[in-house]
Nanobody, 131 residues
């Protein structure tokens, strides 16, 4: 399994960035995918999830309404569009492969997926939001 993120960078508050995650080594269209992030000195935080066919998405409260997750199963690629970025969004963003078609088949609706719901992660891409 290979997972490679790209698209990170530096942006001013209120700006936008789009992240991409190219995958190989597994049947991409069969698994939910997620984005997680880790800010300096903090633990890993779940950000967003999308089911295998792209019909269901979920977001953490901290990014809801600002971030959009999507996928292109023909290209084995996951995306994260981030708008209205805030300094607290500064982190390394990683793409993660889910364990099943729909992560929320295994957890309560509205709950935050435990990180154990993802079995492969990329190295991440740095996003820095600063004026």
């Amino acid at each position: 399994v290979q997972i490679v993120e790209s698209g990170g960078g530096s942006v001013q508050p209120g700006g936008s960035l789009g992240l991409s995650c190219v995958t190989s080594g597994f049947i991409f269209r069969s698994y939910a995918m997620g984005w997680v992030r880790q800010a300096p000195g903090k633990g890993v935080e779940w950000v967003s999830d999308i089911n295998s066919v792209g019909s269901s998405t979920a977001y953490s409260e901290s990014v809801k309404g600002r971030f959009t997750i999507s996928r292109d199963n023909a290209k084995n690629t996951l995306y994260l569009q981030m708008n209205n970025l805030k300094p607290e969004d500064t982190a390394v963003y990683s793409c993660a492969k889910g364990l099943r078609h729909n992560t929320f088949d295994a957890i309560a609706e509205g709950a935050t997926p435990p990180l154990e719901e993802y079995d492969y992660w990329g190295q991440g891409t740095q996003v820095t939001v600063s004026s």
